[in-house]
Structures are given as C-alpha cells and as structure tokens.
C-alpha cells in the first residue's frame, strides 16, 4: 500500500482544511487509517484514526471537537477534515495505514505517506 497526503497549506487561525490520503492497493480498504503530525523540534503524535469499516472513530483530545476523520473505501482515499484551526495545529500531517497495536504509537503503524504542511497564523 502506497499513501500520498495532500491538502495541506496556510491559513489564519480559525480557518478550515481538508486533507485527503489517497492509497493505492485494494488492501487499504482493510486497514485502519491514522493521521498523525509532526511540529518542529518534536515527535509525531497521533492526531485521529479510523477503523476499517468506519464504526470506530479515535482522537487526540486537543482536536476532537475540532477534527473530523472519515473515509471513502470506493475511492481509496481517508480524510481529515480541520475545522477552527490553531496556530498550535502547525505541522507536517502524515497518514498511516495498517495497525498492529495501540493506535497512538507510530511504530504500529506498517504503511506511510510522506507528509503534507499545515501552517496555522495567528
């Protein structure tokens, strides 16, 4: 399974973003997807999965009212919707496909895409 994240940009605090990972590879619609960022000068954090057919949704507490996670098993594609973004929101978003273990932990997660910026201005 291949992942490219997209979307990503810069914005004023409070404005809205769209990211969108698109998969290649039937086995994706089998996998749970994660969205995780990386600020700089810290580590990756998980941000939101969602479990393979879409009954389990998870989020890191700082974004939950916030942030929506969803999926498009069809078109291959996970999405992360960001809503009143925060200058702390800045950072390089990456999705993951394929947990093993507990969700918040990068190193459960087998696949990879390369990262898209979110930059937040106040």
């Known amino acids: 399974v291949q992942l490219q994240a997209s979307g990503g940009g810069l914005v004023q605090a409070g404005d809205s973003l769209r990211l969108s990972c698109a998969a290649s590879?039937?086995?994706?619609?089998?996998?749970?997807v994660g969205w995780f960022r990386q600020a700089p000068g810290k580590e990756r954090e998980f941000v939101a999965s969602?479990?393979?057919?879409?009954?389990?949704?998870y989020y890191k507490d700082s974004v939950k009212d916030r942030f929506t996670i969803s999926r498009d098993n069809a078109k291959n594609t996970a999405y992360l919707q960001m809503n009143s973004l925060k200058p702390g929101d800045t950072a390089v978003y990456y999705c993951a496909a394929q947990t093993t273990g507990t969700r918040t932990d990068t190193r459960n997660w087998g696949y990879w895409g390369q990262g898209t910026q979110v930059t937040v201005s106040s």
């Open positions: 969602i479990s393979w057919d879409v009954t389990s949704t």
């Open positions: 590879g039937r086995a994706f619609r089998n996998y749970s």
